[in-house]
């Protein structure tokens, strides 16, 4: 790590015109910042202290839904007993992440800003060739080792995953984020890598996360996320399904459902075309299993990541079916 300037933010105001700096990085929960600076992925002139700004940790729910502040932690937002009884994909994609130490420290806003773990990201003293940081430079995932790389939504300039498990959860239930002066959708705001993968979000520079707004729904009521990894704890999902369902009066048939993956495309992906199959279908194992097969549409393997198009449509089946009760 090489030597920067702190400044501590006295306002929003502050933080905002200190962050439009060239070399500029924001400090909330530190938890992603340290690591990215600690194996020199960056290196910050200036890092702005932007914990002590007032009103921006809340969490506030009504009738009409949630709102989440930036600087809520992840700890406190999963245990919170209006998000566990309203909105329980939140909550358990949150619990499912990290670990309890690092939950305690690590902000909402900055769950969402995480970078990928792609290992060639990670190791620029190994690996100069990334695009995402070094853009131009090539991918030296193609062709390596590419377990936990994505499947989805990849282009011949990146093919490392989005690596978070709350975003997947906020996308299936059509949250929103506040960006300061504009309002965006969660889905929206992760973009696919492209020809420009250093680019992973719309987040202008000078523009803050500042909250996340979660609509009150039938399909958020009845949600769920299961992630599976190859260890129960602190690990990176290997696929996961974050899941809303409603089910019409006779408990059977399919009104509203939403399905988002995780671990397995560049950023989190909705899989509309699963959804599009199953609204106004009788919930049972057959078509479920049938329909989300559809959730891998477009897929493209790179040598050891073949296995996640088999076992994504497996994790989203087996999310809908113990929604619906048949699991």
Request: proline share 4%; net charge neutral.
């Amino acid at each position: 790590m090489r030597d920067f300037i702190y400044f501590r933010a006295g306002s929003l105001d502050d933080a905002r015109q200190h962050a439009l700096q060239s070399g500029a990085m924001l400090l909330a929960g530190g938890t992603t910042l340290l690591d990215l600076a600690k194996c020199g992925v960056v290196e910050p002139d200036s890092v702005i202290d932007i914990t002590h700004l007032a009103g921006m940790s809340q969490i506030l729910a009504d009738a009409d839904g949630v709102t989440i502040g930036a600087l809520a932690k992840m700890e406190d937002v999963a245990g919170s007993p209006g998000i566990r009884a309203n909105y329980p994909a939140i909550s358990q994609s949150l619990l499912l992440a990290a670990s309890p130490q690092l939950r305690n420290m690590a902000t909402i806003g900055g769950n969402l800003l995480q970078r990928t773990r792609c290992p060639y990201f990670r190791d620029p003293g190994t690996f100069s060739a990334c695009n995402k940081r070094n853009p131009g430079s090539g991918c030296s995932a193609i062709g390596g080792v590419t377990r936990n790389h994505a499947v989805l939504g990849t282009s011949g300039a990146c093919i490392a995953s989005y690596p978070g498990d709350l975003a997947v959860a906020l996308v299936a239930l059509e949250a929103t984020i506040d960006l300061s002066d504009r309002e965006v959708t969660a889905e929206d705001f992760f973009v696919l890598p492209g020809d420009t993968p250093e680019r992973e979000t719309l987040l202008e520079r000078g523009e803050m996360v500042m909250a996340i707004n979660i609509p009150a729904s039938p399909v958020a009521r009845t949600s769920t996320y299961l992630k599976v990894r190859d260890r129960q704890s602190y690990e990176f999902a290997a696929a996961s399904a974050a899941v809303g369902l409603e089910l019409e009066a006779d408990g059977k048939t399919i009104r509203d459902i939403r399905v988002a993956l995780g671990g397995v495309a560049t950023k989190p992906w909705r899989a509309r075309s699963v959804e599009k199959a199953l609204i106004g279908k009788v919930l049972d194992a057959g078509t479920v299993e049938k329909a989300s097969r559809l959730a891998m549409e477009g897929a493209v393997a790179d040598g050891g990541n073949r296995y996640k198009i088999e076992l994504a449509p497996r994790v989203v089946a087996r999310a809908i079916l113990n929604m619906g009760g048949h699991a």
